[in-house]
């Protein structure tokens, strides 16, 4: 590669998309991943780093202008770390999303599928969340353009969502377009409750500080509202009177919604904490295929209601359940599979490593009339879940839902000698679905995967692969 500064300029055209939605264009054949740049478009651009196999730039003009690129509606997007292709018109994402799927099967996995389908859009391409974790900050992110007016700005404290790539760096906002109307005003309460009370933020550097994060989950199907404030231990007048105000949130929001404060004094950065005030029941409920959930605050459940019954459908269609099946859901959360599965098999049975998702998946059952269902606490990563999964009886099909880093090789490893006629892996992360079909596929054929569109406005791509076994 030829020499190339930190702050050198430069003109070239972007040829793709790649993985995590980063542009990519290439001069004389060396490859240059471009922050805020579109494919098909001509762009000068200045170099910010340099890696082994490639040069990171961020776009400063666009000279010749994509037919894909549309104008972001937020005013945060490209400092936010919550959407990252709203320049990208919707038409478009969805294509893109099929491309990185069909991407990591012949660049990653380099094993053949019969079909991979396209992507299923979401009906709501905004306004589609239904749970928000936002982060305070002691130190708020300003843009060059911000510092470079020599305006004022609070720069000590910050209520928003990341920068990409910062840890210990927030965008401080208002207003979030992929959350429902219900979210917004508890964040607006939010910044006025810390206007009112200046009480600090939580330094995730130096471990000190009080206000933690905000957690929003609101209920498509019932309107309810679950919120929770996570501090650390109340010290002073402030920071009780801080907490004392935000839950009066409570009288604003609809009938049987939620407002929890919690505390976590540890220096874990996740969004958890020991429940000290609850005021309502305690969770909210959603409705997605005819049945009924129940969500408790630290349960996992898919952010996209209304393109849930979507994802469903697909994984049961690629199941083939008939009333004489066993079905195991491993990763099942709060059954949002299994429940569905139930319906049609003769016994499921789900594992989960979360407690409080399989409280609530038994819940889940309980209230829908589902008997032919058991649930087990088990961590699928730790060697000790082997002896458990063998006491399941043998499934006719399996069912994986794992978290973004993919299945455990242990559990990959299980699921061969299990030998299921078949397997369906919905997957949230392309490249580890890949890889673990390349390992399935020692005795699975790969028969169809669909993309589903779950996180409109981001490069993040569902999908649901169907895998039979070979005979």
């Not at 935000?246 to 407002?259: D, G, I, K, R």
């Amino acid at each position: 590669m030829r020499k190339t500064l930190v702050g050198q300029e430069m003109e070239l055209t972007i040829d793709a998309l790649g993985f995590e939605g980063i542009a990519v264009g290439r001069i004389d054949s060396h490859v240059h991943f471009v922050k805020g740049a579109l494919p098909g478009e001509r762009v000068r651009a200045r170099i910010v780093g340099k890696k082994k196999k490639h040069v990171i730039a961020e776009t400063i003009e666009v000279l010749e202008v994509s037919p894909q690129r549309s104008v972001p509606p937020c005013e945060h997007f490209g400092v936010c770390g919550g959407c990252s292709w709203q320049h990208l018109a919707y038409e478009h994402q969805v294509q893109w999303k099929r491309q990185h799927v069909v991407d990591s099967f012949e660049r990653l996995a380099r094993i053949p599928v019969d079909t991979i389908d396209q992507t299923l859009a979401s009906p709501t391409p905004l306004g589609y969340r239904n749970k928000m974790e936002f982060s305070f900050a002691g130190s708020a992110w300003l843009t060059r353009q911000e510092i470079d007016t020599g305006n004022e700005y609070i720069r000590d404290f910050a209520l928003g969502l990341h920068v990409p790539g910062r840890f210990d760096k927030v965008r401080n906002i208002e207003r979030c377009l992929l959350q429902s109307d219900m979210a917004g005003v508890v964040l607006a309460h939010t910044h006025a409750c810390r206007r009112a009370n200046l009480v600090p933020a939580y330094h995730q550097r130096a471990h000190e500080g009080f206000l933690r994060h905000l957690v929003i989950r609101t209920s498509a199907a019932t309107g309810q509202v679950m919120t929770m404030l996570i501090t650390t231990t109340p010290n002073t007048d402030a920071e009780l009177k801080f907490v004392e105000q935000w839950l009066e949130v409570f009288n604003s929001l609809p009938a049987e919604s939620t407002c929890i404060h919690a505390i976590n004094d540890t220096w874990s950065p996740v969004a958890i904490g020991e429940i000290h005030t609850c005021m309502g029941p305690g969770h909210i409920e959603e409705v997605s295929d005819g049945i009924r959930y129940r969500i408790s605050p630290f349960s996992f459940f898919q952010t996209n209601t209304v393109q849930l019954p979507n994802l469903v459908d697909k994984a049961m269609q690629g199941a083939g359940i008939t009333a004489d099946s066993v079905v195991w859901d491993l990763y099942c959360g709060t059954g949002t599979l299994t429940l569905p599965a139930a319906r049609r098999a003769k016994h499921v049975i789900g594992a989960e490593l979360v407690e409080s998702s399989i409280a609530d998946a038994r819940a889940n059952a309980d209230r829908n009339g589902i008997a032919n269902v058991e649930f087990h606490v088990v961590d699928l990563h730790h060697q000790a879940a082997l002896e458990q999964l063998r006491t399941f009886s043998a499934p006719d099909v399996v069912i994986v839902d794992p978290p973004r880093n993919g299945m455990h090789e242990q559990v990959v490893k299980h699921l061969l000698a299990v030998g299921a006629p078949r397997t369906v892996y919905v997957s949230c992360n392309p490249a580890t679905l890949a890889r673990d079909c390349a390992i399935l596929h020692e005795v699975y054929d790969v028969r169809l995967v669909t993309p589903v569109d779950m996180f409109p406005q981001t490069y993040h791509v569902e999908a649901v692969a169907v895998l039979e076994r070979r005979a």
